[in-house]
């Protein structure tokens, strides 16, 4: 799962969403599983309706960890990189000096979770979703990428980032 790393590069921050991102998915897959079991209990048998609730509710929080286990947010001095997926791939990255804008939002659950969106706003790209959704403490990636913009303006300019 580790990026590829151009010469000079260096990672400041890696991360996934935060397990307390997927409450609400759990929660949702808690009432469903309820309901399937619910169902089952009374139309067909008290311990069939207890199996089915817990193979369901099950399912859920294996489909909840590997959702939120297979997106790795990265910033480094040079880029900002999300990458989703098991199987398929999709890789959304931006060099670090395009981002020209970094805002968090957090709803009252967020804030009562921890967690929020970071948002960066992408100059000369047609990219207006690149977010990192449900992070640890959104603020903490506001902070490395001000580093990577520093550690960005520090390296000389005579070196090429893409190391070709």
Do not use: C
Not at 68 to 78: A, D, G, H, L, S
Not at 105 to 123: H, W
Not at 127 to 146: H, Q
């Amino acid at each position: 799962m580790a990026m590829d790393l151009h010469p000079g590069e260096v990672v400041i921050y890696e991360g996934h969403p935060s397990w307390r991102s997927t409450v609400a998915f759990y929660l949702k897959g808690l009432l469903i599983a309820a309901a399937i079991g619910a169902i089952i209990w009374f139309a067909a048998s008290n311990g069939g309706g207890v199996g089915a609730f817990v193979v369901v509710f099950v399912i859920v929080i294996v489909v909840g960890f590997i959702r939120r286990y297979f997106i790795v947010y990265t910033i480094t001095n040079q880029r900002l990189r999300i990458q989703r997926g098991i199987i398929s791939r999709d890789v959304q990255q931006t060099q670090i000096e395009r981002v020209q804008n970094v805002n968090t939002s957090q709803g009252v659950i967020q804030r009562l979770l921890m967690v929020g969106t970071v948002d960066f706003d992408t100059a000369g790209t047609g990219d207006a979703d690149f977010k990192f959704i449900g992070v640890n403490n959104p603020e903490k990636v506001v902070v490395a990428v001000d580093k990577a913009h520093a550690d960005n303006r520090a390296r000389p300019q005579d070196s090429d980032p893409s190391g070709l």
